[in-house]
């Protein structure tokens, strides 16, 4: 199965750009209701993905320099990120996309210039898994 039949296109998936502020992520994150988005460059390539874990982290560790108030001030750029979320190439094949999402909650998919075209969520490729086993167990 080709990985593009499950992608969200890169234009219906929040993301943040890795010079976004620390207020910004927060409040889209917020917003969305979402933990975990990815980031993108100036250049559109993947750089990552921030969750809220990072972002609180990063701001107790800041030894009360960065408050809520603060945030503003302090770039998206300077956040440690505590986790690897890895990306696909849109060629990839499905026991990639399947060996990720075990421990992502989505795939960001790249194209073969890392730029971000998309993610594939989790509970899609649990989809397309509970279609493939129901299909081999009536065959």
């Known amino acids: 199965m080709n990985i593009a039949f499950f992608l969200l296109p890169k234009h219906e998936v929040v993301c943040v750009s890795n ?18 988005v990815p980031i ?16 609180l982290w990063h701001m107790k560790n800041s030894n009360g320099d960065i408050t809520f108030e603060t945030a503003s001030l302090f770039l998206l750029s300077e956040v ?18 399947v060996k990720l999402a075990k421990v992502q909650n989505f795939v960001p998919v790249v194209d073969d210039r890392q730029r ?3 993610i594939v969520r989790r509970s899609q490729i649990i989809e397309y898994c509970e279609q493939f086993m129901t299909k081999a167990m009536d065959a």
Not at 40 to 55: H, M, S
Not at 84 to 97: G, P, T
């Open 116 to 118: 971000f075209i998309g």
């Open 19 to 36: 010079q976004s502020t620390l207020r910004q992520t927060l409040e889209r994150m917020e917003y969305h209701r979402y933990t975990s």
């Open 40 to 55: 993108i460059n100036d250049e559109g390539e993947y750089v990552g993905t921030v969750t809220e874990g990072d972002l």
């Open 80 to 97: 440690p990120l505590n986790k690897k979320i890895k990306a696909v190439r849109i060629d990839s094949n499905m026991e990639d996309l």
